[in-house]
């Protein structure tokens, strides 16, 4: 197939081109490098099959076609980068969304949102399945990602409906692996950063709240999956094995035998107390599930972070 894929010089996108490519697609990849690096992709530079446009689909996407599969996964997902552009992130999700849904209807491709586990909010519902509708607070600090990506999911829906668009939405939960930012300001990036620099892992609150991880590859896999299904509904992709943030700090501490302490700070606002995704749909859907031992990944992640903090890693 012929890909576009909005958000490909990012974390989850550059590995999801890696993937496309190596099964035979041809892939042009957009981004606005706001959050994303051209580092992501530099390997790609001399892929014949890979073409790469700086573009911010908030704009209207004029790349020549047709393509048969259209991703958008253009946003910008920590808090810390949300937080600081909460504007371009309400845009991202809507006229970004917007934008390559109508690429999509022009060439008749199918589409994927890469929606999140945000939309479920400080869920009352534990695990979250599909069907909760979430507890979101519209006005806080955090509703600028939170609603845009609830409405991409709608408007998604709505060109589904109105123009009989193939389309398919993933609900991400936590996800983490090899090119993160290492100071995009969650978990697992800032645990990792704190015990390569011998700083004090900080927790937020007491840590009893909980998150689940899956690893970049297993998510490239459900994406994968996901894109060529016939489920039009949000489908949860992430890792059913919770443990609590404290939990989680104590084991990176074990895992790299750190000395690294722990100390505590006050819990943000509208910060979720329990993420853990119920997976069965994509268990019958798609024969889909996480098969990256956590232990796995957090060493090729540690690996990673490590190479970019070594001596002269910023010049390549």
């Known amino acids: 197939m012929h890909i576009l894929i909005s958000g490909a010089a990012g974390f989850i996108g550059s590995h999801l081109c890696d993937r496309l490519l190596a099964d035979g697609h041809s892939v042009v990849g957009l981004d ?24 911010d689909v908030t704009r209207p ?54 929606s999140t586990s945000e939309c479920y909010g400080d869920p009352l519902e534990h695990p979250q399945s599909e069907s909760y509708w979430g507890n979101v607070n519209p006005v806080g600090l955090r509703s600028c990602y939170d609603e845009s990506k609830r409405y991409a999911e709608a408007i998604t829906m709505a060109y589904h409906r109105v123009h009989g668009l193939r389309s398919n939405i993933a609900r991400i939960f936590n996800t983490y692996g090899p090119r993160m930012q290492l100071d995009d300001g969650r978990v697992v990036p800032s645990f990792l950063q704190s015990v390569l620099k011998g700083e004090p892992i900080t927790v937020y609150g007491d840590g009893s709240q909980t998150r689940s991880f899956c690893y970049v590859s297993d998510l490239v896999e459900g994406l994968c999956r996901l894109m060529m299904s016939d489920e039009r509904y949000p489908v949860n992709l992430g890792n059913p094995q919770e443990m609590t943030i404290l939990e989680f700090a104590q084991h990176i501490q074990k895992l790299t035998g750190s000395r690294s302490p722990i100390i505590f700070q006050d819990l943000p606002a509208d910060d979720p107390k329990q993420r853990r995704p119920d997976i069965s749909k994509a268990r019958r859907l798609l024969g889909w599930e996480p098969v990256v031992p956590l232990d796995d990944g957090l060493r090729r992640t540690y690996d990673y972070f490590h190479s970019i903090l070594a001596p002269g890693a910023a010049a390549r």
């Not at 490098?33 to 573009?55: A, C, D, M, V, Y």
């Not at 790349?63 to 845009?91: M, Q």
């Open 32 to 55: 606005n490098l706001i959050t994303g690096s051209t580092r992501n992709i530099e390997h790609l530079g001399k892929e014949p099959q890979f073409q790469f446009i700086e573009w």
């Open 61 to 114: 996407v004029d790349v020549p076609g047709p393509f048969d599969a259209v991703l958008h996964l253009a946003s910008l997902a920590s808090p810390k980068d949300y937080l600081a552009h909460p504007i371009e992130t309400l845009e991202s999700g809507s006229s970004g969304t917007r934008n390559m849904l109508e690429v999509a209807l022009r060439d008749g491709a199918r589409f994927l949102l890469t």
